[in-house]
């Protein structure tokens, strides 16, 4: 189910807890920044697509929007992507080479249509300058986080995610623990190269962040966290040293199909 919530007085998170099964839940966001220029920072996942675009309207009218921010090409930013381009014209898409390039191979973007922003580089909309930033951790090569200078926040894509049992609209109210194990577990699923990179260059990158101090965090798969940077970047940091994640084996699966067909637990 999708809810949706305010991280800023300009910023609405839309919101779907996909369940893991034998894991947990991982939140899955977008996010609206209202302005002279609407944007929209992904799209949810295929599998909600009509319920996200139902949850959009509760906070803007999609004919309102003008731009759509992709972080990148994954099934759960992509979801109501082609739908909102063709409600509505004036919605052009933020995005990279590679991005489109990853979509012509499942639903081409309309290359009219296109801004390209690479990480680094700086796109005005409307009263909203936003900066390209490729994240410390990430799991696909278009991704392209960004800061947004008005309000302070670094939408960080995928980084900086984590696995909760809950989730709450704001990060301030997991645990020290839950956090830090979530975030760490998250980063082991979903950038495995994090068990690869040399520690003391990993920990320079995240230092850049630091230095950046954004006002909060808005990643797509955890709550808003606001001045808690310092926090996500020391889970982030522990996460090469981590037991890298192993997923279930054959006989696990077995074991899932025999109480999901009603049958008996080991
Ligand atoms: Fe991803
Ligand atoms: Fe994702």
Redesign the pocket.
């Known amino acids: 189910m999708i809810t949706t919530y305010k991280a800023a007085p300009d910023i609405e998170v839309l919101t779907s807890p996909i369940p893991i099964p034998g894991f947990g839940l991982?939140p899955?966001n977008a996010f609206v920044l209202h302005g002279a220029e609407p944007v929209l920072v992904?799209t949810g996942a295929v599998i909600d697509r009509e319920e996200f675009l139902a949850a959009l309207r509760t906070v803007i009218d999609p004919a309102d929007l003008r731009w759509i921010w992709l972080?990148?090409t994954?099934?759960?930013?992509i979801g109501s992507l082609s739908a909102l381009l063709a409600e509505n014209p004036q919605l052009r898409v933020i995005t990279t080479f590679l991005g489109v390039g990853i979509m012509s191979l499942v639903d081409p973007l309309p290359m009219d249509r296109l801004n390209f922003v690479n990480p680094g580089e700086t796109i005005t909309v409307g009263d909203r300058t936003l900066t390209g930033l490729r994240p410390p951790a990430f799991?696909?090569p278009s991704t392209t986080g960004f800061v947004d200078e008005r309000s302070g926040a670094f939408f960080s894509?995928?980084c900086f995610?984590a696995l909760l049992q809950a989730v709450p609209d704001d990060a301030a109210d997991l645990s020290d623990s839950d956090l830090r194990e979530g975030q760490v577990f998250w980063a082991t699923v979903?950038a495995p190269w994090l068990h690869k990179v040399d520690r003391a260059t990993f920990a320079r990158e995240l230092d850049g962040i630091r230095r950046m101090e954004p006002t909060m965090v808005l990643s797509?798969?955890l709550p808003a966290a606001r001045g808690m940077t310092d926090r996500l970047l020391a889970s982030l940091e522990a996460a090469p040293g981590a037991t890298p994640f192993t997923g279930p084996d054959q006989a696990a699966l077995e074991q899932m199909l025999l109480e999901m067909a009603g049958g008996p637990s080991q």
């Open positions: 991982i899955v992904d972080t990148h994954d099934f759960d930013h799991d696909n894509s995928d995610g979903d797509s798969h």
